[in-house]
């Protein structure tokens, strides 16, 4: 029995390890990339820092074309507050360190449902739930190229989880750092008005504009928030026409077909499906909630591939549901995550479009199965 554990246990630490080395390697370290190791990347982040300088000099970075909104002027500013090459590596800290939060907000999902709680090396679906997390394709490019969505999923996931603790004011101000990037967002932001939390609305405004203080200062609420507008309208318009291939979602896949639609129609959709879905699921599990509502944004909005990341919040839903004995579910798991996160630019190669869009696929029958699918053994709503 003890051999067996301690087997058990190697094999676990071996997987966490390989997924941090994959992580260290190829999102950090920079080999397989064109200009090899030891070259640190991050050239979306210079826009952050560029952004966050002007801002520091009473500049306008909306004339550059920031399609971020005005609360993430003081994140951006306490970036900018050094040369480019420390705040790299703070940033680089910073993204680390969501990446913990994030698989301890994760694990503790997973073991509030759990009965059979085990340090996670002892326990291969914790260990198999944390290389998951943690060694997937979408936070290696994430680092690589200085993009912010680990930590605004890890600030959503945040949110929800002190959302269904009843922690108001903690999940309002989380939710207003997670609007930074409103296409991750924005579901849970109208469920929210829609279950009637005031307290956490109240917060989420209050805290939203005391991030956008020095736009808002400098410029006015409203013209602040029509320069980003304005922004963000022409920045998704130049993504549709010329870098379709970054972009993610409904309106991206039917477009690669020329069936052109309209943003602001599939967006009143997505808004629809979950006023339809809190009208008729009210006994809906918490615990998969999230991953409804995130995937729903992720499909009617405008997002883009890094911001595939935030469907790892559905993992301890899966888990939970999934027994140790039960290969075959654990297997098919194992191989949804594969399919996912098998590299897109071979799939870009082949003329067949609908692989091109693979993840969207996806997503939806992960969406079909999870609003229509009855829980066999039903989880507590918390």
């Given amino acids: ?35 090899g190791p030891q070259h640190i990347s991050l050239y979306d982040f210079n826009y952050i820092y560029s952004a966050g300088k002007e801002w ?35 940033f680089i800290m910073i993204n680390i360190f969501c990446i913990m939060v994030f698989v301890y907000l994760c694990m503790k999902l997973y073991n509030f449902e759990n009965k059979n709680k085990q340090f996670f090396l002892f326990d291969f679906k914790s260990s198999l739930l944390i290389a998951m997390i943690v060694g997937n394709v ?75 203080i020095v736009p808002i200062y400098n410029r006015g609420i409203i013209t602040a928030v029509q320069d980003w507008t304005n922004n963000l309208n022409n920045y998704v318009q130049s993504l549709h026409s010329e870098h379709l291939w970054v972009l993610f979602g409904l309106k991206p896949l039917l477009l690669d077909f020329e069936i052109r639609t309209n943003s602001l129609i599939i967006f009143a959709c997505s808004m629809v499906l979950v006023i339809l879905i809190h009208q008729f699921h009210k006994d809906i599990s918490k615990l998969k909630l999230l991953g409804i509502l995130t995937i729903i944004g992720l499909l009617l909005g405008q997002a883009g591939q890094y911001d595939v990341l935030i469907i790892a919040s559905l993992l301890p839903y899966y888990f939970i549901n999934i027994s140790n ?24 190669l082949s003329d067949c479009r609908i692989l091109h869009h693979h993840r969207e696929i996806i997503l939806i029958i992960v969406l079909f199965f999870l609003l229509f699918r009855r829980e066999e053994q039903p989880i507590s709503s918390y």
């Fill in 138 to 212: 979408f936070i290696v490019n994430i680092l690589w190229t200085g993009q912010t969505t680990i930590l605004f999923s890890t600030a959503l996931l945040a949110s929800y989880y002190f959302y269904i603790r009843s922690y108001d004011i903690r999940s309002g101000i989380l939710l207003a750092i997670a609007l930074i990037k409103p296409q991750l967002a924005y579901t849970f932001l109208l469920w929210l008005l829609l279950e009637k939390k005031w307290k956490t609305l109240a917060t989420a405004i209050i805290s939203t504009a005391i991030l956008g």
């Fill in 1 to 35: 029995m003890k051999n067996r554990k301690l087997i058990i246990m190697i094999l676990n630490c071996i997987m966490i390890i390989t997924a941090i080395t994959f992580v260290i390697m190829f999102g950090i370290s920079g080999y397989g990339r064109p200009q």
């Fill in 56 to 90: 520091l000099s009473g500049l306008n970075p909306y004339v550059g074309g920031l399609p971020y909104p005005p609360n993430s002027s003081s994140l951006f500013m306490l970036l900018s507050v050094t040369d480019l090459q420390t705040s790299r590596i703070l």
């Fill in 325 to 348: 004995k039960d290969f075959n579910k654990i297997i098919l798991l194992c191989l949804m995550f594969i399919i996912i996160n098998f590299p897109r630019k071979l799939l870009l």
